[in-house]
Structure formats: C-alpha cells, structure tokens
C-alpha cells in the first residue's frame, strides 16, 4: 500500500548553479535555504517510465538553454498554489505533447513548470504522496521549478516558444510576454488568449479532467498510440480523486474521464468508485499532516500572489500575496520558537521582506467546539502592509487604511476584532469571521481596493 517516503535530497543544482547567480530572486519565489524538510539522505532515482521521461525531459531542456536554444521550448505551467491538480494537469500535458507529435514532422519540446521553488513542493505532503506512488525521484528532483529556472520569467518568457496554462486562467505577471498557445482551466474565463488551441474552460471538480480527456481523445485519434506510463494514469487519477472527495463532488466529466483513465491503468479490474474513493481518503490524510511545519513553512504552503496595477504616478504597481493556513493564528503563534505574538510577526516580515510582497494577507481556518459542544469554522483575516518595498510609510499608511476600509465594509463578512488586535502595531490588522468567504472571495475585494489607489 501507500507508504510515505522519507527520504529527501539535496538539489545539486550543478546544472543551473552559475546562471542562478543572474537570478533575482526578489521577484520570484525565493530560493529558500532555511527549510528542515530539505535534509540531505539517501537519494531514492524514480524507477517509473515517467520519472525516467520527466528526468530526460528535464536534461533536455537545459542543455537546451546552454545552447541558446530555449525557442524550441514550450512550457506548460500550472498555478503558483503548485497543488496536486496544477501538478499533474502539467505534467500530464507536456508528456502528451512531446509523445503525441513524437514522430510527426513538427516535433514540440515540451515541459511542465512547477510555479513554487523545489522545498515548497514538500510543503504538500499529499503531492509527496501521490508523486511517490508514480514512483518519482525523491526530493522532486525530476520536476522542474521555479527556483531553478536558469533566467528570470521576464527575459525568458518572450524567447520561449509559448505557453500552456493549466489550472489558472491567465498568466502571471512575470510571464507577459510570453505566447499563451493554449489554456485549460477550471476557473472563471478571464478572456486571455482568445486564439489560443486548445482554450477549455470548464467547471470540473479538477482541472486534470480536462487535460486528461483532451490528451485521451488526441491520444485515441493517432495512427499508433503511443505509451501511456501508469505512473502517469495513476497521478491524474490521484488528482481527480483529491479534488472531488473520491467523486462524491463531481461533475459528469470527472466521473466519465476518470473512467478512462482507470480502465487504461492497473487499476482497470477495480470498481471506480472505490478505487477514487480509497485515493482520496489516503491523499486527504497526507495533506493533512502539517503538524511538523513551521510558520514560515506555512506561510509559504499555500500562497499565491501577483503584482496588481493602481493609477498612482508615483507606484504604478503593488506586489499583492495571500496565504492560506489551516490553524489558527494562536496556533501559528505557538509554533514560533518564542511562542509569543512579536514572534509570529517577526517570520511574517522576514517572508514578505524576502519575497517583496508590499501587501500580505493571511487567510487562516480552524475549527472549534463552542460552549453548547457545536462545531464552528472559524476564519481569521491577517493584514499588513510593508513601507520599504515600493511606497513609503505614507502611501503605506494610505493603503492599509484603504484595504482596512473596503474589508470591513463588506457586511456579509461579518468581520469581528480579533481577540488580541489591541496588541498589534502600525499596518497591522487581524479579525475574525464564520462567513465562509475563503481566498476565492476576499481576493478580489483587495484586488478592487488596491486597483483604485492613487497616491
Ligand atoms: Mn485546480
């Protein structure tokens, strides 16, 4: 059965070392040293087809761009959550697309981009999970991301050949001007890429439905199909099977794509349902092991982030980050090495400083027993706001207030201080609320503020 897999590797980043020191990490995810999951072990080679595709795969490519020739690349990249779907809707699309015109005349070198540095994908032990089942290398080291990127997504983005996103509907800001040649997302329809091929947008519970039903019926289209690798059905059924609760939330096309993934796996004897449902329970407990993380492993978990434009003059733009973080901030506080409030945002500030993020907002959820013994989902609201990055304190004091304002002008929140907010400083703000609204709803009522800004 499913085991976990303890043993981590260093990256030996011989390959991107030298171009790395170009790199400017301020404007990326950082390149994070300081995490206790990356303690060097034995290293564990991926036994899989697809970890020896996703190796080789990511060979080429370098050596690719030692020789200039990153033109010939497309990337296919999925959100900066880098969750088991982003994951494997990625990967899943780059093996179709290099397998699938293989033999043609007009061959496509093509990779998945994990959008989090390489430490952060540990942060998801449900992904360590499934991409051990898939019998990956251990420490990811088959996977590509960001933090090993020989050059900035600004400079790179133009010469690569496109694009392809998966899992989010527009690129982030670092990779404008790159060619987006296809998009398939499970998300609103932002409207980017309107001549991109394919363009899917679709509300399945995982957006590797999509990718898997698309690579399914150009697969079953071919003169001769080429090899599908198990690791790779299984990863993508693993996805399906998280995002969907084992298909008790999901749509026809969830249901009817993991269908087809299953019979072509070695699973194909199995009842559907019980398989995906085994899947899920098994993921849903691995990620919910984070005990052992600490705050700034938190912070960085599940974060997501984007420069938002405002009509100031002065700072034309605004770097924007929202974490999401399943305990409390009590919790959270206690996890610090002094335990204590000054603490918590110590780590905070180190993190927005290192990942230059003028305004950070965490969002946290816990559950609690009231006095009648009935359960209550509680959510908090961290804001803060830094003056050293791209405005000073008075543009910060401005804009604090500003996002201050428009949170607590939503009613339907139904924000309440939060039990120490007496004790925080300047820029720094924290209420409580049962209203449910997760990143999904207070995302673009920040956004909203930050947009209107001018000073
Ligand atoms: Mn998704």
Known sequence: ??????????????????????????????????????????????????????????????????????????????????????????????????????????????IALLQTSMDALDLRPENRVALHNSKMTSGHEDLLTMDE????????????????????????????????????????????????????????????????????????????????????????????????????????????????????????????????????????????????????????????GDFVDTPSPRTPTISLGFASIPYSLDEQIAKTGFGELFHWFSIHAAWTAATGVDIDICLNKYKTTDENGKKRKVREIVLTVRDDLRIDAEQADSLFKLVFEALERQEHLGLKMWHRAEELAVRQMVWTHESGAGRKAIRPIVDAAVMGWDM
């Open 1 to 110: 059965m499913i085991r976990y897999l303890f043993s981590w590797t260093l990256l030996a980043s011989t390959l991107t070392a030298a171009a790395l020191q170009h790199y400017r990490p301020e404007q990326q995810a950082i390149v994070d040293t300081t995490s206790r999951l990356m303690m060097p072990n034995k290293h564990s080679i991926g036994a899989g087809h697809f970890s020896e595709w996703s190796r080789d795969n990511k060979k080429r490519f370098f050596i690719d761009w030692q020789a200039s020739k990153e033109s010939e690349w497309v990337f296919v990249m999925g959100n900066e959550g880098g969750d088991l779907d982003s994951m494997a809707s990625a990967l899943a699309w780059a093996y179709h697309l290099e397998h699938s015109t293989n033999n043609t005349s007009n061959p496509i070198k093509a």
């Open 149 to 304: 990127l020989p050059e900035d997504p600004e400079n790179l983005s133009p010469k690569l050949k496109g694009i392809v996103l998966v899992d989010h509907a527009s690129p982030l800001r670092k990779w404008n001007k790159a060619k987006v040649v296809s998009i398939m997302d499970h998300h609103v329809d932002q409207g980017t890429a309107p001549k991109a091929e394919p363009r899917i947008f679709e509300k399945t519970a995982s957006c590797t439905t999509i990718v898997a039903r698309q690579m399914l019926n150009e697969l079953e289209k071919l003169p001769e199909e080429y090899h599908m690798p198990h690791e790779l059905l299984e990863l993508i059924l693993a996805a399906i099977a998280i995002d969907s609760s084992g298909l008790r939330q999901a749509t026809d096309a969830d249901i009817q794509t993991s269908k087809r993934v299953l019979d072509r796996s070695r699973w194909h004897k199995r009842d559907l349902k019980d398989a995906m449902k085994e899947l899920s329970k098994t993921l849903k407990k691995a990620k919910k092991d984070l005990d052992h993380l600490n705050v700034r492993d938190l912070l960085r978990r599940d974060w997501k």
